[in-house]
C-alpha cells in the first residue's frame, strides 16, 4: 500500500536549521509531483513547497522562500525539505504529500513535528 | 496567489442532518476545487476532487459541484464519524491554497 514516512522532526532554537525526509513506498514516486504542507497547532493548512516529478520545477510560499528547500532522490524514492533561519512562526507539524494525475493531494504522510523554541 | 474563503468557519450539526460547505475562490478556477477531510491528531484525506469527482473509498453520501469561483461539499446524511474538520483547496495554479477550514461539531 501506499507509504509516506517523514521523519527529522524535533526541537530547533530561533535561526537554527532541520532537515526533513519523507520515505515513500507502494507507488511510483518518479512518476509524482511532491509538496510540504505545515500545519501550525491548532490552524489550518498551509502549503509550503512543491518540485515537480523530475525535479526541474520547484515553488515555494512566499513565507518559507529563501530559507527552505525541497529536493528529491528517484534513486531513494525520498523528498526531502531543508529548512534553515528557522523562528517560532515555522513551527507545525509538517505533511508530505503527493500529487496525483488529477491534481489532488492523495497521498499524504501522516507528519512530523517541528517545534522552533529556545 | 489565489485566495480561498470557506464558510462558516464552525457548524453544530447532528447525526442524520444534511450539511453543506461553501468555498469561494478568488478568481476562476474552473473545476480545480478539491476537499479534504481531517481528523485530531491525523493528515488530511481526500474526499473530492475535480469539483466533484468521489475519491475512490469515500462513502457516497459525500458530494461536491460548482465550477468558476463558487463550490459546495454537502454531506447528505451525517454519520458519527463525519465530525471532524474540512478544507476546500485550489489547484489551478501554485501556491495551491487552502481555505481556512470548517470545524464540524456534533450539536
Known amino acids: 500500500q501506499v507509504q509516506l514516512v517523514e521523519s527529522g522532526g524535533g526541537v530547533v532554537q530561533p535561526g537554527g536549521s532541520l532537515r526533513l525526509s519523507c520515505a515513500a513506498s507502494g507507488f511510483t514516486f518518479s512518476s509524482y509531483g511532491m509538496h510540504w504542507v505545515r500545519q501550525a497547532p491548532g490552524k489550518g493548512l498551509e502549503w509550503v513547497a512543491f518540485i515537480r516529478d523530475d525535479g526541474s520545477t520547484k515553488y515555494y510560499a512566499d513565507s518559507v522562500k529563501g530559507r527552505f528547500t525541497i529536493s528529491r532522490d528517484i534513486s531513494k524514492n525520498t523528498l526531502y525539505l531543508q529548512m534553515s533561519s528557522l523562528s517560532a512562526e515555522d513551527t507545525a507539524v509538517y505533511f508530505c504529500v503527493g500529487e496525483s494525475s488529477s491534481r489532488a493531494f492523495d497521498h499524504w504522510g501522516q507528519g512530523t513535528l517541528v517545534t522552533v523554541s529556545s | 496567489d489565489i485566495q480561498m474563503t470557506q464558510s462558516p468557519s464552525s457548524l453544530s450539526a447532528s447525526v442524520g442532518d444534511r450539511v453543506t460547505i461553501t468555498c469561494r475562490a478568488s478568481?476562476?478556477?474552473?473545476?480545480?476545487l478539491n476537499w479534504y477531510q481531517q481528523k485530531p491528531g491525523k493528515a488530511p484525506k481526500l474526499l473530492i476532487y475535480?469539483?466533484?469527482s468521489l475519491q475512490s473509498g469515500v462513502p457516497s453520501r459525500f458530494s461536491g459541484s460548482g465550477s468558476g469561483t463558487d463550490f459546495t461539499l454537502t454531506i447528505s446524511s451525517l454519520q458519527p464519524e463525519d465530525f471532524a474538520g474540512y478544507y476546500c483547496?485550489?489547484?489551478?495554479?501554485?501556491?495551491?491554497?487552502f481555505g481556512q477550514g470548517t470545524k464540524l461539531e456534533i450539536k
Open positions: 475535480a469539483a466533484s
Open positions: 483547496q485550489q489547484s489551478y495554479s501554485t501556491p495551491r491554497t
Open positions: 478568481q476562476s478556477i474552473s473545476s480545480y
